[in-house]
């Protein structure tokens, strides 16, 4: 169990970081390999204006890169990114582009007029219950969109591209989840084929302070005076801070020069243990200078469509190939054909287009079998049905 059972009453009375939270240290990485892979090199961003988008963009620009070009289909994060650089780092050269990632000819174009030399593809719908409201849209974007990025990638002779991928890939029960865990198994056949690009994909567990997380919404609602809303109280996710989820990729993007018996791999971290929600919520609470139940009520609501109670890093079927010295584990590829990949690909963008939602699932599960929806009578997203 993490620490947080175990922190006494002074450290909870106490308004503490974010990371302070995970109940462990955070993990440092060597500045080094990152500042090599990056300084004068084309570093490409999507979803640039996004939580970790943002904090790579951030950091990317620190580093000394030759260019940067940030991907963003909100107007606003776009706006907000690159005001930042034009006030923190007027010096690093850059490219904002309002584009989707879901429109195959207008990135392509981006691609040959900016030619990166790596790209990181954060952009991607997050909120499980949202997605399974429009499982299209969730579709849409992180299969069909990462596959376009890709694509571009292998086209462009881009030296590297790593995938931001998630836990809730792992034995997904979310459209959410299926969706990234098919455009993984994309970007590991892309890197079995041996062509220009290392593609690289790595798996978060929660990110504390990004747009997806618990922590800000218990923040507010402790803010307000609660209650604090709970899905259930045995629910636990592994959980990292923005920092180190963004020192992540870019600690992976630096190990694409590894035998080619390594290829297809997907990198995760060492995080420590699982986390409880409820534990969590009643620490955040007590840190407020109040008391959890006499205070700020706290209320469970039921789980939601698509959600688990537990989150895994690792398939039953996944074995460990290496671990570094800095905490990450590359374990081994577990993939179709590209060629079935892409046929499949195909026959989901078809079903999407025609806004059939029961095909477009089907065809989702012909690549994630383990996909076991979680939320309705008849096995499929309440989305589906409605």
Same mark, same amino acid.
């Given at each position: 169990?993490?620490?947080?059972?175990?922190?006494g009453?002074?450290?909870?009375?106490?308004?503490?970081?974010?990371?302070?939270?995970?109940?462990?240290?955070? *993990?440092a990485?060597?500045?080094?390999?990152?500042?090599?892979?990056?300084?004068?090199?084309?570093?490409?961003?999507?979803?640039?204006?996004?939580?970790?988008?943002?904090?790579?963009v951030?950091q990317?620009?620190?580093?000394?890169?030759?260019?940067?070009?940030? *991907?963003e289909n909100?107007?606003?994060?776009?706006?907000?990114?690159?005001?930042?650089?034009?006030?923190?780092r007027?010096?690093?050269?850059?490219?904002?582009?309002?584009?989707?990632?879901?429109?195959?000819?207008?990135?392509?174009?981006?691609?040959?007029?900016?030619?990166?030399?790596?790209?990181?593809?954060?952009?991607?719908?997050?909120?499980?219950?949202?997605?399974?409201?429009?499982?299209?849209?969730? *579709?849409?974007?992180?299969?069909?969109?990462?596959?376009?990025?890709?694509?571009?990638?292998?086209?462009?002779?881009?030296?590297?591209?790593?995938?931001?991928?998630?836990?809730?890939?792992?034995?997904?029960?979310?459209?959410?989840?299926?969706?990234?865990?098919?455009?993984?198994?994309?970007?590991?056949?892309?890197?079995?084929?041996?062509?220009?690009?290392?593609?690289?994909?790595?798996?978060?567990?929660?990110?504390?302070g990004?747009?997806g997380?618990?922590a800000?919404?218990?923040?507010?609602?402790?803010?307000?005076?609660?209650?604090?809303?709970?899905?259930?109280?045995?629910?636990s996710?592994?959980?990292m801070?923005?920092?180190?989820?963004?020192?992540?990729l870019?600690?992976?993007?630096?190990?694409?020069?590894m035998?080619?018996?390594?290829?297809?791999?997907?990198?995760?971290?060492? *995080?420590?243990?699982?986390?409880?929600?409820?534990?969590?919520?009643?620490?955040?609470?007590?840190?407020?200078?109040?008391?959890?139940?006499?205070?700020?009520?706290?209320?469970v609501?039921?789980?939601?469509?698509?959600?688990?109670?537990?989150?895994?890093?690792?398939?039953?079927?996944?074995?460990?190939?290496?671990?570094?010295?800095?905490?990450?584990?590359?374990?081994?590829?577990?993939?179709?054909a590209?060629?079935?990949?892409?046929?499949c690909f195909?026959r989901?963008?078809?079903?999407?287009?025609?806004?059939?939602?029961?095909?477009?699932?089907?065809?989702?599960?012909?690549?994630?079998?383990?996909?076991?929806?979680?939320?309705?009578?008849?096995?499929?997203?309440?989305?589906?049905?409605?």
């Amino acid at each position: 169990m993490s620490g947080l059972a175990a922190a006494g009453p002074e450290d909870m009375a106490r308004l503490l970081a974010l990371g302070e939270l995970l109940g462990r240290p955070a *993990i440092a990485f060597d500045e080094f390999p990152l500042r090599k892979l990056v300084r004068n090199r084309r570093i490409l961003v999507t979803g640039a204006g996004g939580s970790i988008g943002s904090e790579l963009v951030r950091q990317i620009a620190a580093l000394g890169p030759g260019h940067l070009t940030l *991907i963003e289909n909100s107007e606003f994060n776009l706006y907000a990114i690159d005001q930042y650089l034009r006030e923190h780092r007027p010096e690093v050269s850059r490219t904002s582009v309002f584009c989707d990632i879901r429109d195959r000819n207008v990135l392509d174009d981006w691609f040959t007029r900016e030619q990166p030399d790596v790209v990181f593809h954060a952009a991607a719908l997050k909120h499980v219950p949202m997605a399974e409201d429009h499982p299209l849209e969730s *579709i849409r974007t992180n299969l069909l969109g990462a596959r376009h990025v890709a694509d571009a990638c292998q086209s462009h002779n881009v030296g590297v591209m790593v995938f931001v991928s998630t836990d809730k890939a792992v034995n997904p029960s979310s459209v959410m989840g299926a969706a990234k865990r098919a455009a993984e198994a994309y970007c590991q056949a892309m890197d079995l084929e041996a062509g220009p690009t290392r593609f690289v994909s790595v798996r978060f567990g929660n990110v504390l302070g990004s747009s997806g997380s618990v922590a800000p919404l218990f923040q507010r609602q402790i803010a307000e005076g609660g209650p604090i809303t709970l899905t259930h109280p045995d629910v636990s996710r592994y959980f990292m801070t923005l920092g180190e989820a963004v020192s992540l990729l870019l600690q992976a993007a630096t190990l694409r020069e590894m035998p080619s018996e390594v290829r297809g791999g997907v990198y995760v971290m060492d *995080i420590g243990d699982p986390i409880r929600i409820a534990d969590l919520a009643r620490l955040m609470i007590r840190m407020s200078g109040r008391r959890p139940e006499q205070d700020i009520e706290v209320r469970v609501i039921g789980l939601r469509p698509g959600e688990k109670l537990d989150e895994e890093l690792i398939h039953p079927d996944e074995d460990r190939i290496l671990r570094t010295a800095s905490g990450l584990s590359l374990v081994g590829p577990r993939t179709m054909a590209l060629d079935a990949l892409r046929a499949c690909f195909d026959r989901m963008q078809d079903a999407v287009t025609r806004l059939d939602r029961e095909a477009a699932i089907t065809h989702l599960r012909e690549i994630v079998p383990e996909f076991e929806p979680i939320g309705s009578e008849t096995g499929l997203p309440s989305a589906v049905n409605s």
